[in-house]
């Protein structure tokens, strides 16, 4: 019934990222397979294509050294160790979290590698910064275990085992050595976004200055990666694929970053325009706006209620968290109350677009002061690898 695209559009817009049970657009069709201590573990559909392009990159390599049978299973492992050390980069950020006291809800493996959803309310600088470094900490231990097991294999074991076993050995040490250097450049919303996040934090004690820095070191990475992207065809002919495919590769990349570097900002603006705040206070205009229209009750008289789902309801002294995570669903309209009073229904898209005017232009002129966020600010955070 509806339209759905046109709601996730009116809910993704602001960014709005709080509440329980909301996925950002890129993981909601992820499929759940695991829960690993209370984490959700979760494939989205696009992980396929990163299997099949990691398997098509290794056999490539591998047909120029073993037969074609061997190659093949060869590369199947290959791709499947990708993911599983993926997983394992994820799995230490949620459990060095879960350890650190913060509520950990999913690990989801994309095409992009994985993202772990964390509830960071509570969380200190020193906590963000060992569970930033943890993630490539892991990494770089899988790639010395795999550099171990390339390096002894050969001798150990039996030729037609032990050659094999050091190629895909060899190339997945390389591989992890390479994803924890990666993950370390001081950019969001990489891990060295949130190193860089977490060590500004410290020095200033201002957590949003703080996050704006590592948000344009973001910004600036993808637009490097762009430009060099753009630029790579220029240097290396373009009649070679390598060259042509790295390009693609590299704006792809870039693009994604500089995006998920802007929307991590805009969570974390509008999560410190939510926190302490109240419905109430919404619907009274938060600091000086134009409140969202308040419409009547929809069993109200003469209103047509036949065919009309039952709509969730928050109540007025609710925060505004509550209310944003209301409107997760197939519906755009959640009710209001007061105790046991119906005192009307909001419709998303009004209560999107006066979030979104709190956060972009702040306090109206003559407007009361905004009230001190809470710190640290409740958030959700989503982190490529
Ligand atoms: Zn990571």
Known sequence: MGAPAERRRALSAPGVSTGRGYRPPMLARAVRIANVRGV??????????????????FLLRFVDGFSWPLAIPMAAVGALLVMATTFAHELA?????????????????????????????????????????????????????????AT?????LPDAVG?????????LGWWNVLLAAFNIVPGAPLDGGR??????WMITRDRMRALRTSVRAGQLLGLTLVGTGLL???????????????????????VFLYLA???????AELDEVLSGRTVRELLSGLDGRQPPPLEPPPDAVGADTAGVPELPAVQLHADLHALVAAFQGDHDRVRV????????????????????????FGAAAGGPEPPAPAAPVASRDVEPM
Do not use: N
């Open 40 to 57: 959700e573990v979760r494939l989205d559909p696009s992980v396929l294509l990163l299997g099949v392009l990691v398997a098509a990159l």
């Open 93 to 149: 950020h949620a459990l060095e979290a879960q350890h650190r006291g913060i509520e950990v809800e999913a690990i989801t493996l994309l095409l992009f590698g994985g993202v772990t959803e964390m509830h960071a309310g509570g969380q200190t600088a020193r906590d963000e910064l060992a569970i930033a470094l943890v993630g490539p900490y892991v990494s770089l231990l899988c790639g010395a275990v795999f550099g171990i097991v």
């Open 152 to 156: 002894v294999s050969p001798d150990l």
């Open 163 to 171: 050659a094999p076993v050091a190629e895909v050995a060899g190339l």
């Open 195 to 200: 190193v860089l996040r977490a060590l500004m």
């Open 232 to 254: 790579l065809p220029f240097v290396a002919p373009l009649t070679l694929l390598p060259a042509s495919v790295g390009s693609v590769i590299l704006v792809v990349t870039g």
């Open 261 to 267: 570097a802007r929307r991590e900002l805009r969570h």
């Open 337 to 360: 109350a007061d105790g046991a009073v119906e005192v009307g229904t909001l419709v998303e898209r009004d209560v999107a677009r006066s979030l979104h005017e709190v956060r972009r």
